[in-house]
């Protein structure tokens, strides 16, 4: 707790603006968050997520909210279409006068809630989401986005799998918009380094009706030298398992993304493969003070580990209240001014709104996957700043018309 | 004036022969009765000259006109009506509006799409129930008639399409005998107004005491064709149908 | 020999789509229900196989115990739903059935949640199950070699079954012909009981198999009833041998075709179900006719009296005022409702009067969404022209595709129109350039207020409902109806059937077409998630909860079903189950639909 209080405190200096208003409105009407997401849809991912979420909120009231103000959040439930998304936006915005609206898993959600955002000049604040449109193509004024975004998670792993010998690669990603777009940034970074490596096969199962033994049969008959793995969820469980017992992954190197995260990585169990180098969130490893308190606090209210949902969540909550305390007030255009350039704590450390383009610079974790009692963990991993994945700012400033 | 023809009529379903090298026709006004066991092809024949089945070999003509495809809204279009032996009514309808849509239909005027259809041809719709003793259950859901009135409404529907022939499949089954005598009236009221009747019935009064010539079917072939006199003597039909096994019901 | 091992990991996919699907054709053989909840079953084999392999002995016989096992409860729990549910549904119109399994996919998704958490759940994989063998110059897992048995097995232990013992005949009589059975004195509630609970067991028993190749998790259901429907009508409804021939067609096909065409794998399964439908209606195995006919029996639908004129005034009234007084959400809400009125008028259209069942309505709605959403953006066509885009698309697409689909019936038309709004949606998700893709098209606002909008959609769906009442008290209307009720009867009296069901089909799509474009400008967006396959069911419920055969049923039921859905989404983290309860009850208290004529439950 007492570390969680100095990063919150921390964050508050950066704005002090806010000193003055807490002190004038303790009992003053809550700041409310709404935040829409694919809760019944994405439970594995969800379900931490909103514990996340509602642990920093716990964490944020105890300390006396800020602007002097408490936080309140509504969480609300996608189904994973963002039609649906759009409406409870306007629920929320309209019948509930939320001040931030927030949340998204699937990019497209995600894409419809910025526009809805747009239109109505009010803040939203994408969690998850990872298209590079939320920031770029389509990115605005009032639009922001934590968590790392496609490019930056291929730009990690490229780091990496340029280093490999091999010259022969295969892809295979979900068949949608996320899938696609990562495998199209991994081929052209790696390619820009290693003008030597050919793509053999791409596969592109659909999101989760993977046909695992066929997928894979299909991408040994290209004996490709790597792989490059963007599936995730049970479709991952079952391409691995195929993968294991036909010795997919024997003497070749493998590059996942996403595959370190706690949810996807648990349930390989014993079947982890071993030394694939991912993104991820190695929990069980990790030994830094920010870490540790964030899953001390998160062990003691929920009883289970953190997964990398929790952190997002948790994160999102933290970069609003940072943002808001920078902005020393929830008027939308003091909001859309204030916001970049906040700094905010988040269990992997701090962060920041970034001026030029709405991303955070959250990170992430790159390591290798391991085995460990029986249990996948990640080991040889760093953590990768998000700063560091993004292309230089005149590419940026291309990239994004707004 | 023979209306119907039809000239060697071959059907087969997969290696059953059901019907080889039929031939019989039809004029105007005349009532022909096809008789022949459970199975000799009858319904099949019908569903021949209706157009519902495609013949293998052999020519259905009506007056003279060669009905090459099998298509049974051109059939009809051309001039013949048929009732089912299994009594088939528009069942989301009322008794009016079934014979409405077939005279919309007989008048090419089903592609309208807005003005309701309750007015049309109403008079005259009206008028075909009455003939067939369906006038004061015109307002009635199709579906709720019993079952003699079905049948009579079925007729009703048949002739709605004006046609020169009619093709009864058991036109008078599974009604008791008075309401059969009433039916064969019917049918007997309208070939004296000119159609072509060929009507099947395996109650044997019915038959010999309406029609005018007999066709007799067995296994799928004709064995012998004349008026009911020369039929009730013929000794091949004695044989394998009087005979033999009395025909049922 | 890269070609032979695809082939054969084919064959491994082939046996797992037989073990989902054949509970589902002999279920559907024998009592005709057309069972959504199937892919439920399938899952919860998994979730108890789980469960049960768990605690036994990691070898292979734990393994058969714990896969038997799984199976078995899985049958209990069917056995329970049909008792339950089902059986007082038998003698009510054959797609409120649907509708019932639709709603225990809801509750059963809930429930599994519940139990078992969100998380994916994997079973360890003993070495037995972890091993494999070298043939065909490749490694081919051992487990999956057992599974490539295990489909012809089960095929001949049913076969056995069926052919041997006294139950086997009885259902075999009962498939060919049901009165048969009773007239016999067959104890037809515990037949039809057995057979659902043997469906079930086998569902259960794919779903426990399923394990070591992956793992248990929410997905699982509607990942797999897709594939067992297709399954089964490719072969034939109601034929188990029809069911592995083309569970195998599919499986290897699929196997193969990811390597020639990875991009297809959207669509390829659909495909191959369009093609043999076009070509073998019956599918492979099946016997014409053997599908249903009728999505229902034709019940005497009266036009609207003076009375229900001005109801209908009086509730286009009433709408108009909420609208203006709600406040934004709440207008957004109407605004859906009102759409989704025109939407479920359309598809009434096409399930009741013209008597051809839709499972993928969606198509029309998603084709006039983007339509009207592309002429808006790329062509920055004013309002009226894009909302008329949105109709003309989807009626000339209806009349191209009605071409194929008419000439089917039963549920072998409603997959081919599934199979096509499937390969609709993929064109949406895959061609990005057009579509967007999963982003879809963003900034379609209509350039009225949102209080302005909604009048123009009440108007817009109020008078399009309002003609397409009208036509089916018109010429066109009564020779439709003719062409379902009788259609031999309806042919001998010189009605085209085969044009009046295009007509329908041409105009149901159209009508829903101008539904979908004018939700794209209520949302402001369009996403592939317009075409898909719950945008159909939603259509389905919406109808069916009205009443198929009645004029105001789809009006009813479509705001009825909004509305509740709406209502539960923002109440309850819970909304599925809470959806699929009022769904059920609704399904068992008043069968004919709430705006169905007559009182009273099903037998
Ligand atoms: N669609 C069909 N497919 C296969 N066989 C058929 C078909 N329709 C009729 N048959 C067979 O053709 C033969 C003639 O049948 P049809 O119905 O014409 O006899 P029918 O003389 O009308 O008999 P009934 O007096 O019982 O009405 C029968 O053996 C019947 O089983
Ligand atoms: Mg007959």
Redesign the interface.
Known sequence: MSLTRRSLLAASAAAPLAAPARLRAQGATPIRIGEINS??AI??F??PYRRGMELAVEQINAQGGVLGRHIELLV??D??????A???A??L???QKVDVLAGGF???VG??LS??AL?NKTMFIAGEPL?D?LVWE?GHRYGFRLRPSTYMQAAMLVEEAAKLPATRWATVAP????G?STVKWFKQLLQARRPDVRFV??????L??I?????V??I??AKPQAIFNVTF??DL??FV??G????LFDNRDVVSVLTGEP?YL??????TPQGWIVTGYPVTGVTDPTNLAFIAAYKAKWGEMPKMGSVVGHALITSIVAGIAKSGSVEQEKMADGFPGASFATPFGRALWRTQDHQSTLGTYVGRTALKD?HGTMVEWRYEDGASALPPDDVVKALRPA | MTLLRADDLSVAFGAHQALSEVSLSVAAGEMVAQIGPNGAGKSTLFNLLGGQLAAQSGRITLRGVTLAKADPAAFCRSGIGRIFQITRCFASMTVLACVQTAMLAHHRQIWRFLRPAERAFRPEALDVLARCGLGDQAGRDAASLAYPDQKRLELAVALASNPAVLLLDEPASGLAAPERLAMMRLVAELARQGIAVLFSEHDMQSVFGFADRIIVLHQGRVIATGTPSDIRTNPQVQDVYLGGNQPNE | MSFALQALTGLAGASSLFLVACGLSVIFGVTRVVNFAHGSLFMLGAYLGWSLLRLLPHTPWGFGLGVAGAAIGVAAIGAVLEMAVLRRLYAAPELLQLLATFALVLIIQDCVQAIWGPAELSLPRPPFLRASITILGGRFPRYDLWLIMAGPLVLGLLHLLFARTRFGMVVRAATENRALVAAFGIDQRRLFTLVFSLGAGLAGLGGALSLPDGSANIGLDLRSITDAFVVVVVGGMGSIAGAYLAAVLIGVLQSLGLVWLPQGSLVLVFVIMAAVLVIRPQGLLGRAGSETGQPDRPTPMRAASAGGRIAFAVLVCALALAGSLAGPFWLAVLTEAVIAVLFAASLHVMLGPGGMISFGHAAWFGIGAYAAGLAATSLAAPLPISLLAAPVAAGLIALLIGQVVVRLSGVALAMLTLAFAQIAWAVAVQWTQLTGGDDGILGIWPGLTPRGYFLLCLAVCAIGTALLRQTLFAPFGLALRAARDAPLRAAASGLPIARLRLAAFVLSGTAAGLSGGLSAFAKGSVFPASLAIDRSVDALSMVLLGGVQSVSGPVIGALAYTGLFDTLLLASSHWRLWLGCALLALVLIRPQGLAGRGAGRAA
């Open positions: 809760y019944t439970p594995a969800t379900l609300r439930d189904a994973g279409k963002p039609d649906d759009i409406r409870l306007t629920e915005l309209g019948e699937l990019s497209n894409l419809a526009d809805f239109k298209t449109a389509k068949n949608y918009e996320y696609t096969a791409d596969q592109l199962p659909p989760g009706k046909d695992a033994g066929a997928t049969a299909a040994e008959a969820g049970p469980t079952n398992r195929q294991n017992t036909r010795g949810e648990d349930p390989l169990g014993d079947e029986g």
